[in-house]
């Protein structure tokens, strides 16, 4: 007993340290089930990795948080808890169904864990934490594309390499939400380490080929640009420029990225830039990778089914074809009850205490929810959805 109080007290005095340092072991946990996955070594354990530490968090939630609104926090846990009951009952207790449950359930319940603990301890999670783990993310897919030896982004045609991760798309992912604060570390104070350490982080984007994290990029260089010029830093907005265009002349053409697009563009048969925005075909399958048709099909699918399923979901099993954009997929696949919840305990952990962010925190919060809108693999992932919950409760002074 003893023992347990005093690990209790332990957890509960450095629990900031400890999720600082999840986030740092974030890439290594992703390197693991990436290579159990390609070798089919032990996948069923591995792939437990992320739960093992949800339910260790919850614990903490459960167990040692005092925070004041600790009846309301355990209320939506309740809540999850009956619709997760109801939902295997209605999907006959499938084992995929219950794990592909878990995984889009994983960001509303460490949300409210990040909560409690924001809420318990009153301070913030630092950002440079973040930029620790992206340079990790980074330099392994750096290493997996000069060595040869990296899995491969695409399954045919296009080229690009996530290094020995497993899923593109959430990689990208990652990437892309935590590009803002990359770029207020950098070119606040240049020097060349923070020069080296961006230049490394824009190689890993062009190789790993996908476009989100580039138009991540693209929308963030923007963003800084206009910024610099509206505080009239015509010195740093030219520095950026030049560090970019020299980067870029010399890389572009030879990365998969720049492939990718081209490859794409063949396929599609299209001979102008004009074609694909003037033809909302074209538009789908060159920007949305034919995200429209899919959510067309799951409509129709949905449509379909019986009224428990329109209140539950049509599940991930029958129908495995999802849309690839994370609101419609929660929709389809867990019912009009299932994103009613995911709504209630966001709302309602907004209402119970705002997250206090600044304006350079709303360029990540809003690239989160274009590309969950858009694009997906975002708050439906779990490896995205634990640094989006670390992004949304980050400290509020700037990444030097």
Do not use: W
Request: hydrophobic share 55%; charged share 15%; glycine share 4%.
């Amino acid at each position: 007993m003893k023992l347990i109080k005093s690990m209790n007290l332990y957890i509960k005095k450095n629990i900031i340290i400890i999720i600082s340092f999840l986030i740092v072991l974030q890439p290594i946990i992703d390197l693991i089930i990436g290579l159990s996955i390609r070798t089919n070594f032990l996948i069923l354990y591995v792939s437990l990795i992320r739960i093992i530490i949800l339910i260790l968090l919850l614990y903490y939630i459960v167990f040692i948080n005092n925070t004041k609104s600790k009846n309301i926090l355990m209320l939506l846990l309740a809540m999850i808890g009956l619709y997760m009951i109801a939902y295997c009952i209605n999907m006959n207790f499938s084992f995929i169904e219950l794990t592909r449950m878990l995984k889009t359930f994983y960001f509303p319940v460490l949300l409210i864990v990040f909560f409690g603990i924001f809420e318990e301890k009153d301070t913030t999670f630092d950002k440079k934490y973040l930029l620790v783990s992206l340079l990790i993310y980074s330099i392994i897919i750096i290493l997996g594309y000069i060595s040869k030896t990296g899995f491969s982004s695409y399954t045919i045609a296009k080229s690009g390499t996530t290094g020995y991760f497993y899923a593109a798309n959430e990689v990208g992912g990652i990437i892309a939400v935590i590009l803002p604060f990359v770029f207020m570390y950098v070119f606040n104070k240049i020097n060349i380490t923070k020069i080296l350490y961006f230049l490394c982080i824009v190689l890993a984007i062009l190789i790993i080929g996908t476009k989100t994290p580039f138009i991540s990029f693209v929308l963030c260089s923007a963003y800084f640009i206009i910024k610099a010029v509206k505080k009239e830093n015509i010195l740093k907005v030219l520095a950026f420029n030049l560090i970019i265009l020299v980067f870029m002349s010399i890389t572009i053409t030879k990365t998969p990225i720049y492939k990718n697009l081209i490859i794409h563009a063949e396929y599609l048969e299209i001979s102008n830039f004009t074609e694909i925005l003037t033809t909302p075909k074209l538009f789908d399958q060159f920007f949305l990778g034919s995200r429209l048709k899919l959510l067309n099909n799951n409509n129709n699918y949905y449509m379909q089914t019986s009224l428990n399923n329109k209140l539950l979901g049509i599940g991930y099993n029958k129908n495995k074809q999802l849309v690839e954009m994370d609101f419609f997929d929660i929709f389809y696949r867990q019912g009009i009850i299932g994103l009613l919840l995911y709504i209630t305990i966001i709302t309602s952990l907004f209402i119970l205490k705002p997250i206090r962010y600044e304006k350079d925190n709303l360029l990540s919060i809003i690239l989160i929810v274009l590309i969950a809108s858009i694009v997906g693999h975002i708050i439906m992932a779990p490896s995205v959805s634990t640094f989006i919950c670390y992004i949304l409760y980050s400290d509020k002074n700037k990444v030097v």
